[in-house]
């Protein structure tokens, strides 16, 4: 199998130049889980020269539902190390390492530089980090959140997570196709921003159900320049 063939429809999208640019460009997604998991399928064989996945936690068998990544066999094992165990059988052209702690840990060690970090938690002080990070590093992330038939996600350039309302809920419940549903939005940013195709930033996409029908709401997010 060759380069060529591996990535030959998305070479007819992008061009080859875009294809091998992406060859330079690493990525950070922090999180395993359900949104991890889909990102990490929805990026993990583009083209990315590396991606690195930090988790700190172990698959649970309630996890496996909406974590499309892992098998009943999987249970008790690292998430992020599984997820990457997975990535590289279906992509040998991306450096896939992994790392089960914190992102708070994480970031105290590592010297790396990426050029996007995506957003896979579930939580308000992880996200605030990461935003905190981004923003120290000049580094654009992709935001994304899962709760009911609800989702959200951004690609957050100028703007900031703060401006969010950080009230930490209980979770009520998951949809699992909507999980995915975030996580393609998300990969789906990340491939535009990468590849320098135009992409929206600092707006914040919301979509649910209402009546029956799926919405999409879109709001700008506050920058320094407005």
Known sequence: MSWNEYFD?????????????????SVLIVGAGGLGCSVAYGIGTIGVGAIDIIDFDTVAQHNIHRQIAFEIDDIDKPKA???????????????????SVSFEDFIQ???????????????????????????AKGIVWVYGS?????????????SSYKEFNQTQTSIKGISAPM???????????????????DVSKDLLHYIYFKNGELITQKFKMPTKED
Do not use: W
Request: charged share 25%.
């Open 9 to 25: 429809r998305q070479i007819k999208l992008l061009g080859e130049d875009a294809q091998r640019r992406l060859q330079d460009k």
């Open 81 to 99: 190390k599984v997820l990457t165990q997975r990535l590289a059988l279906k992509n040998p052209y991306t450096e896939f390492g992994f790392d």
């Open 109 to 135: 060690k590592s010297h790396k530089r990426y050029d996007l970090i995506i957003d896979a938690t579930d939580n308000t002080q992880t996200r605030l980090q990461i935003d905190n990070y981004a923003k």
């Open 146 to 158: 899962v709760e009911e038939f609800m989702g959200q996600v951004c690609l957050f350039v100028n």
């Open 179 to 197: 999980v995915m549903h975030i996580a393609s939005l998300q990969s789906t940013l990340a491939l535009r921003y990468l590849t320098d195709l």
